[in-house]
């Protein structure tokens, strides 16, 4: 089956309730811009009157853009990209905001456990998902590399570029790694009933030295995720994911940033660069990583207590230099 076909099957299926309210690729209609586009078409029907008959048509063609499709091509598909990608984050979100509900509304939850299933609904909306963010991508990736082929050019491959320096790259998500652990923690992993429409989730060596996740997502989509801290070369400990979407720990982060623990990750100035790219703003829109670090604590016990006991040692020392050095000032010394 085409993958037109199956875009279109998962599209009127059982989460069709879930994708009239929120964003896709429109498939079909960006196809049929492509094959509308009669400026192409020309300047390939004029140039296979110059070519020998052994000459491929990719050599040929030498139409490196479209005027006359790239604008609205380019601009839907962008703009379908973000609206995906922003989905994915609050419904991911909302979901894993509810996994490890605190206070007051953990304890509503309990009440509901004795009426409806709640962990089954949070695992069927993980489901739904996973296949919306798979599709997705898919799509993206499918019609880009038509694109491509129509034009014979690269604007298909730059604008992946682009929208991985927009942010909107599907599959690079911290959200989806975070999905991930909520996979594990969950204990899908033991339950053959959700392997086929979550995908698999693996996540060895997490006090090692190559700590990594494996997500064989459906339609068979694999991505391996490394979970070493790039300043302190360990595996990540009460992770954020910067804006750039590169995961370290939070002290490591404040140390990179200037800042101490206890004022947090999004307290570090605005000048301040992401340790690896070198990006600047990336801090403000930091995400804790809840469910890693939930991950962290359940499969790797020891490591755990050593590095919360040396975080909450730290934080300490850090909080008695900073109101020492707030009571001098007060006090004029």
């Known amino acids: 089956m085409k993958f037109g076909e199956t875009f279109t099957e998962y599209l009127h299926g059982e989460e069709k309730w879930f994708l009239e309210k929120y964003r896709h690729v429109e498939y079909k209609k960006l196809k049929?811009?492509?094959?509308?586009?009669?400026?192409?078409?020309?300047?390939?029907?004029?140039?296979?009157?110059?070519?020998?008959?052994?000459?491929?048509?990719?050599?040929?063609?030498?139409c490196q853009s479209c005027p006359s499709c790239d604008q609205m091509?380019?601009?839907?598909?962008?703009?379908?990209?973000?609206?995906?990608?922003?989905?994915?984050?609050?419904?991911?979100?909302?979901?894993?905001?509810?996994?490890?509900a605190t206070g007051m509304q953990r304890y509503m939850m309990r009440i509901c456990r004795c009426f409806t299933d709640e962990k089954q609904s949070l695992i069927h909306e993980g489901q739904i998902l996973i296949q919306y963010i798979t599709m997705n991508a898919i799509a993206i990736r499918k019609i880009l590399k038509k694109y491509d082929k129509v034009h014979s050019s690269v604007n298909g491959k730059n604008f992946k570029l682009k929208m991985r320096a927009e942010r909107i790259e599907l599959l690079h998500s911290p959200w989806l790694i975070e999905l991930g652990a909520f996979y594990l923690n969950s204990g899908l992993e033991k339950l053959g009933n959700f392997k086929n429409s979550f995908g698999r989730v693996t996540c060895d060596n997490l006090n090692e030295d190559q700590p990594m996740m494996k997500l064989m997502l459906p339609n068979s989509i694999e991505l391996e995720f490394d979970l070493t801290c790039a300043i302190c070369l360990e595996t990540v400990f009460n992770p954020y994911a910067l804006k750039c979407g590169h995961i370290f720990c939070k002290a490591c982060a404040c140390s990179a940033a200037s800042?101490?623990?206890?004022?947090?990750?999004?307290?570090?100035?605005?000048?301040?660069?992401?340790?690896?790219?070198?990006?600047?703003?990336?801090?403000?829109?930091?995400?804790?990583?809840?469910?890693?670090?939930?991950?962290?604590?359940?499969?790797?016990?020891?490591?755990?207590?050593?590095?919360?006991?040396?975080?909450?040692?730290?934080?300490?020392?850090q909080s008695k230099m900073f109101w020492n050095e707030q009571t001098m000032h007060m006090i004029g010394y």
Not at 282 to 299: D, G, N, Q, W
Request: glycine fraction near 4%; aromatic fraction near 6%; hydrophobic fraction near 35%.
């Open 259 to 317: 800042v101490m623990i206890f004022q947090g990750v999004k307290a570090a100035p605005q000048r301040s660069k992401c340790p690896i790219c070198r990006e600047v703003g990336v801090y403000a829109e930091a995400v804790h990583m809840i469910e890693l670090h939930l991950l962290l604590k359940i499969r790797s016990k020891e490591y755990w207590k050593q590095r919360i006991l040396a975080e909450r040692s730290e934080m300490v020392k």
């Open 32 to 62: 049929k811009v492509l094959k509308k586009c009669k400026t192409c078409n020309s300047t390939r029907s004029g140039d296979e009157h110059t070519i020998s008959s052994d000459t491929s048509l990719s050599d040929s063609c030498q």
């Open 73 to 100: 091509f380019f601009e839907e598909l962008m703009k379908e990209a973000s609206d995906i990608a922003g989905c994915f984050k609050s419904r991911v979100r909302h979901l894993l905001h509810l996994h490890v």
